[in-house]
């Protein structure tokens, strides 16, 4: 189901791993991260999980949260289909995963 969803892709020159972005349009957690992203030209794509309707967005959150075996928080970041998982926007572990 989620690559049912439809992503927004933010090209960048960089392209360190595979990264899917599941966040809050109005999360400030989630506007640092992705500025996080583009600030350092890394290629993602990202979805605002509040703008896609209700049942959808529970079904998103379930299967994330199923598939992954974490807690849902935003920003909620996939790296080369689940070998790695941030979740929350922590900068220091951020630069440590993107070698930035």
Same mark, same amino acid.
């Given at each position: 189901?989620?690559?049912?969803?439809?992503?927004?892709?933010?090209?960048?020159?960089?392209?360190?791993?595979?990264? @899917?972005?599941?966040? /809050? *349009?109005?999360?400030?957690?989630?506007?640092? &991260?992705?500025? %996080?992203?583009?600030? $350092?030209?890394?290629?993602?794509?990202?979805?605002?999980?509040?703008?896609?309707?209700?049942?959808?967005?529970?079904? @998103?959150?379930?299967? /994330? *949260?199923?598939?992954?075996?974490?807690?849902? &928080?935003?920003? %909620?970041?996939?790296? $080369?289909?689940?070998?790695?998982?941030?979740?929350?926007?922590?900068?220091?572990?951020?630069?440590?995963?993107?070698?930035?």
């Amino acid at each position: 189901m989620l690559e049912e969803l439809e992503y927004t892709i933010d090209e960048g020159e960089n392209t360190p791993f595979n990264i @899917t972005v599941y966040a /809050l *349009s109005t999360c400030g957690f989630c506007k640092r &991260g992705l500025a %996080f992203l583009r600030d $350092n030209k890394i290629k993602f794509r990202y979805i605002f999980v509040d703008m896609i309707g209700q049942d959808l967005r529970l079904r @998103t959150k379930k299967e /994330l *949260s199923d598939k992954y075996n974490e807690r849902i &928080g935003f920003p %909620f970041v996939v790296l $080369n289909d689940g070998e790695t998982i941030l979740v929350g926007f922590k900068e220091e572990k951020w630069k440590e995963t993107f070698k930035v």
